[in-house]
């Protein structure tokens, strides 16, 4: 959250914070008010982060320098978000890529590795994942998801599920001891 509060780039719309005693402070007051309402990173969402600053804007005699924290945090939560959820779905696809037969979730997990490549979250692992899977489950998955235009994922993704199509494909064709 600090580095996102400090990163121009991570959080354009963020105003320039004051003095770091004055600012820490009344962070740190927020920062209970957040762990208080969202303990658990599955608890982090848009409307949980507006509701939040909704309240702390409620608040009676709440002083200009709180109400810049609230605005800081509220610019900074929210574009860590979808940061956030890339990070876990990522985590996720990737350590269930480890297991010697990643196959044995196909009845679950190419469902929600689908999902999460049509809205972008976590979209390469996935792919990665329903790659390494190989079953006709991720097949006809990944195959959806390579239509381009007018497809259920975009451009990149499409691409990236075209090419691991290619891999599955050639994989498929050739036998033990062939050269690629």
Known sequence: MTVLLE???LA?????PPSPGLW????AEFHQAVGESMPRTR??????????VRAWRARPHLYPLQLHVVRHVEAAMLAMIPSL?????DSVFRWLALDPDPGCFA???VTLAERCVTEDIGAESAIELMGAMGGPEARTALERLSVKRG???SWENAEAAQST?????????TGPGDDL
Do not use: K
């Open 12 to 16: 354009p719309n963020v105003p320039q």
């Open 7 to 9: 990163d121009p780039e």
């Open 43 to 52: 608890d982090v969402t848009w409307s949980g982060v507006d509701d939040l």
């Open 165 to 173: 199509l290619f891999g599955l494909g050639r994989r498929c064709t």
């Open 24 to 27: 820490w402070h009344v962070w």
């Open 85 to 89: 959820r890339d990070d876990i779905a």
């Open 151 to 153: 497809g259920p994922a």
């Open 107 to 109: 009845d679950w997990a």
